[in-house]
């Protein structure tokens, strides 16, 4: 099993070390501390050695931070975790923050009157810091980078991670990491840049066509890196992890130095030195700008083109899916079996979905902790069933199922929900809704040049109509074999990057009742130029090719709800499903899928 069902952290861990915490604090003088959810990668998952909120607080959501004051502990979540973080942490010690309605500058000075507050400047972004600095300085309250006080009491701290590095072959990636390292050093010289600072684990193993396993459910190798403008790389990472073939991959133009030797290497560059102001560590922009440098802030040069898939990347994320399909419809037609004998759990079924991947045999790791959520827990967005949480699965029972796997040739993330014999009232108009939701975004045509933000509206709208929503964005980026959640892409009212063509997005929105269900449909989707319409005005459009191919639960269609060319739509992808996943299946396997794909009926 790649998934662990254990606790990570509990709330009775909570009040000592954060007791522990301010003592340090109060020592050397003092107010608070802020404790992000980050590494000094800004990654999303994060090594065993980093996971310092939920050591402090309990809490093990993907996203969020603890500001520690004298009196007070805020735990920042946005609308993903508001359910989560009451079960995680201790309410007496630690206080739930909805954010971002709620602000960390205003926050921390309607709580402390004036002090110094800590952070590490590793762990947190130039645009994090200018943010909250901006919104203190008519009050007498400083932030100052110092080293991590977390770390100084944390004393069983996990060893940072040894995972090797390993090649991802040109047949797959599409182009050379020679060929990207130019591409990526023209930009620079085009805009006056002697180098660019990279920090993010996915940009540096994209532009260099390799992986690693320093991450659970990400194949990255943790590593900063300096790319020149004449294509040179010097890659700041542990020796150890690069065998003489990777070495040999790598070539005499990629230079590998310990992690140690990379801030004395920054404040040695020269010239104008590029700096993304909303991914690299605060530290990075200090030691940049020291000197007299030049430094500019810009984007990663290397999240554009690595969103932008090449033909082979897409090729090979056709094929992931296909794979990945008929092993989610074998754990279908599976559960579809077993359920009504009211035997099954959460953990059953999480564990099933995932023998059922590995039984392909091409499974490196599931890309990211399956979520099976049975009832209430599926209203937890981000749940995550641990032995002392698994719930049973009995009659009338709402299963969210969001899961996915990595595979050399592509990344899936694949979200069903199903039910247990008939439904509870309400949840099928609900489930017909997210439906529509997703349908909307896969028929759409849209004009070249929009942003996700643009898009988001089209798969909340009928839960509007309804006086319903969802606290969470209806789309995120998609790895080639690499991070499940990738940017700059993203189908959210917060984007305002333009979708492009070879862009791999997850459609999925939802519906939560606390206490009761959730209800969530994910399909992968990518960017595509629009079919030619006859008589259409000359404008280029763009539109959505389905990646994913697994059926919706047919219990939990309201089909007279749904309009002429929704169903025509439902119609044609379940035929497509039988067609393209049915030859993949076991003899039962596919009479449930003939059977879970006829048309509806209205």
Same mark, same amino acid.
């Given at each position: 099993?790649?998934?662990?069902f254990?606790?990570?952290?509990?709330?009775?861990?909570?009040?000592?070390?954060?007791?522990?915490?301010? @003592?340090?604090?109060?020592?050397?003088?003092?107010?608070?501390?802020?404790?992000?959810?980050?590494? !000094?990668?800004?990654?999303?998952?994060?090594?065993?050695?980093?996971e310092?909120? &939920?050591?402090?607080?309990?809490?093990?959501?993907?996203?969020?931070?603890?500001?520690?004051?004298?009196?007070?502990?805020?735990?920042?979540? =946005?609308?993903?975790?508001?359910?989560?973080?009451?079960?995680?942490?201790?309410?007496?010690?630690?206080?739930?923050?909805?954010? &971002?309605? !709620?602000?960390?500058?205003?926050?921390?000075?309607?709580?402390?009157?004036?002090?110094?507050?800590?952070?590490?400047?590793?762990?947190?972004?130039?645009?994090?810091?200018?943010?909250?600095?901006?919104?203190?300085?008519?009050?007498?309250?400083?932030?100052?980078?110092?080293?991590?006080f977390? =770390?100084?009491?944390?004393?069983?701290? &996990?060893?940072?991670?040894?995972?090797?590095?390993? %090649?991802?072959?040109?047949?797959?990636?599409?182009?050379?990491?020679?060929?990207?390292?130019?591409?990526?050093?023209?930009?620079?010289?085009?805009?006056?840049?002697?180098?660019?600072?990279?920090?993010?684990?996915?940009?540096?193993?994209?532009?260099?066509?390799?992986?690693?396993?320093? %991450?659970?459910?990400?194949?990255?190798?943790?590593?900063?890196?300096?790319?020149?403008?004449?294509?040179?790389?010097?890659?700041?990472?542990?020796?150890?992890?690069?065998?003489?073939?990777?070495?040999?991959?790598?070539?005499?133009?990629?230079?590998i130095?310990? &992690?140690?030797?990379?801030?004395?290497?920054?404040?040695?560059? @020269?010239?104008? %030195?590029?700096?993304?102001r909303?991914?690299?560590?605060?530290?990075?922009?200090?030691?940049?700008?020291?000197?007299?440098?030049?430094?500019?802030?810009?984007?990663?040069?290397c999240?554009?083109?690595?969103?932008?898939?090449?033909?082979?990347?897409?090729?090979?994320?056709?094929?992931?899916?296909?794979?990945?399909?008929?092993?989610?419809?074998?754990?279908?037609?599976?559960? =579809?079996?077993?359920?009504?004998?009211?035997?099954?759990?959460?953990?059953?079924?999480?564990?099933?979905?995932?023998?059922?991947r590995? !039984?392909?045999?091409?499974?490196?790791?599931?890309?990211?902790?399956?979520?099976?959520?049975?009832?209430?827990?599926?209203?937890?967005?981000?749940?995550?069933?641990?032995?002392?949480?698994?719930?049973?699965?009995?009659?009338?029972?709402?299963?969210?199922? /969001?899961?996915?796997?990595?595979y050399?040739?592509?990344?899936?993330? %694949?979200?069903?929900?199903?039910?247990?014999?008939?439904?509870?009232?309400?949840?099928?108009?609900?489930?017909?809704?997210?439906?529509q939701?997703?349908?909307?975004?896969?028929?759409?045509?849209?004009?070249?040049?929009?942003?996700?933000?643009?898009?988001?509206?089209?798969?909340?709208?009928?839960?509007?109509?309804?006086?319903? =929503?969802y606290?969470?964005?209806?789309?995120?980026?998609?790895?080639?074999?690499?991070?499940?959640?990738?940017?700059?892409?993203?189908?959210?009212?917060?984007? @305002?990057?333009?979708?492009?063509?070879?862009?791999?997005?997850?459609? @999925?929105?939802?519906?939560?009742?606390?206490?009761?269900?959730?209800?969530?449909?994910?399909?992968?989707?990518?960017?595509?130029?629009?079919?030619?319409?006859?008589?259409?005005?000359?404008?280029?459009?763009?539109?959505?090719?389905?990646?994913?191919?697994?059926?919706?639960?047919?219990?939990?269609?309201?089909a007279?709800?749904?309009?002429?060319?929704?169903?025509?739509?439902? /119609?044609?992808?379940? !035929?497509?499903?039988?067609?393209?996943?049915?030859?993949?299946?076991?003899?039962?396997?596919?009479?449930?899928?003939?059977?879970?794909t006829?048309?509806?009926?209205?």
């Amino acid at each position: 099993m790649f998934q662990s069902f254990t606790a990570h952290a509990s709330p009775d861990q909570g009040p000592p070390r954060l007791a522990a915490l301010r @003592e340090a604090l109060a020592r050397e003088g003092y107010a608070g501390f802020i404790v992000p959810r980050a590494d !000094a990668h800004q990654g999303e998952y994060v090594a065993p050695a980093d996971e310092r909120l &939920p050591w402090l607080t309990g809490f093990t959501g993907s996203a969020g931070f603890c500001i520690v004051l004298p009196e007070v502990a805020g735990v920042f979540v =946005d609308g993903r975790y508001r359910s989560q973080v009451k079960d995680q942490v201790d309410t007496a010690a630690f206080t739930p923050i909805d954010w &971002p309605a !709620a602000k960390p500058g205003p926050w921390i000075a309607q709580n402390l009157a004036e002090g110094r507050i800590a952070f590490d400047p590793w762990l947190h972004t130039t645009a994090e810091i200018e943010a909250l600095r901006a919104a203190l300085e008519v009050h007498p309250i400083t932030l100052c980078p110092t080293d991590n006080f977390l =770390d100084s009491v944390w004393h069983d701290r &996990p060893p940072p991670p040894d995972g090797v590095a390993f %090649i991802q072959p040109d047949a797959l990636t599409g182009r050379p990491a020679a060929g990207k390292r130019e591409a990526v050093a023209a930009t620079l010289r085009a805009e006056g840049q002697r180098s660019v600072v990279l920090t993010l684990p996915d940009s540096i193993c994209w532009l260099l066509n390799i992986r690693g396993s320093d %991450i659970a459910r990400n194949p990255v190798v943790l590593a900063f890196a300096i790319l020149h403008d004449d294509a040179r790389v010097t890659l700041f990472a542990d020796p150890a992890k690069f065998d003489p073939v990777v070495r040999n991959h790598l070539g005499p133009s990629v230079t590998i130095r310990p &992690p140690e030797a990379f801030a004395p290497a920054l404040a040695a560059l @020269e010239g104008t %030195i590029r700096v993304d102001r909303a991914t690299a560590p605060f530290a990075v922009g200090v030691a940049v700008e020291a000197d007299g440098r030049t430094r500019m802030w810009g984007d990663d040069p290397c999240r554009r083109p690595k969103a932008r898939k090449t033909q082979a990347e897409l090729d090979g994320a056709r094929a992931a899916h296909l794979r990945d399909g008929a092993a989610m419809v074998e754990c279908l037609a599976w559960f =579809d079996r077993e359920a009504q004998h009211g035997h099954l759990t959460e953990i059953g079924v999480a564990t099933a979905l995932e023998g059922f991947r590995c !039984a392909t045999g091409q499974l490196r790791d599931i890309s990211f902790d399956t979520i099976s959520g049975a009832g209430a827990h599926g209203a937890i967005i981000h749940y995550r069933v641990t032995d002392a949480t698994d719930a049973a699965i009995g009659p009338g029972t709402v299963l969210l199922l /969001d899961s996915g796997g990595q595979y050399v040739d592509g990344t899936t993330d %694949i979200t069903r929900t199903m039910v247990v014999g008939d439904p509870p009232d309400g949840v099928a108009a609900c489930y017909t809704r997210v439906l529509q939701g997703l349908i909307a975004i896969s028929r759409t045509r849209f004009p070249k040049g929009l942003a996700g933000r643009d898009l988001d509206p089209l798969a909340r709208a009928p839960l509007w109509m309804a006086g319903q =929503d969802y606290d969470h964005g209806t789309g995120h980026g998609v790895g080639a074999f690499l991070s499940v959640h990738e940017g700059p892409q993203r189908l959210s009212r917060l984007s @305002e990057v333009p979708l492009e063509p070879g862009m791999i997005l997850s459609n @999925e929105p939802g519906y939560y009742r606390e206490g009761a269900f959730g209800i969530r449909l994910e399909n992968l989707i990518v960017v595509i130029p629009a079919p030619a319409l006859e008589g259409a005005d000359d404008r280029v459009q763009l539109a959505f090719e389905t990646l994913t191919w697994v059926p919706f639960e047919r219990r939990l269609i309201l089909a007279a709800s749904l309009s002429p060319g929704e169903r025509q739509w439902l /119609d044609a992808y379940h !035929a497509e499903v039988r067609a393209r996943i049915g030859p993949r299946l076991s003899v039962g396997a596919n009479d449930w899928l003939t059977r879970a794909t006829e048309p509806l009926v209205t």
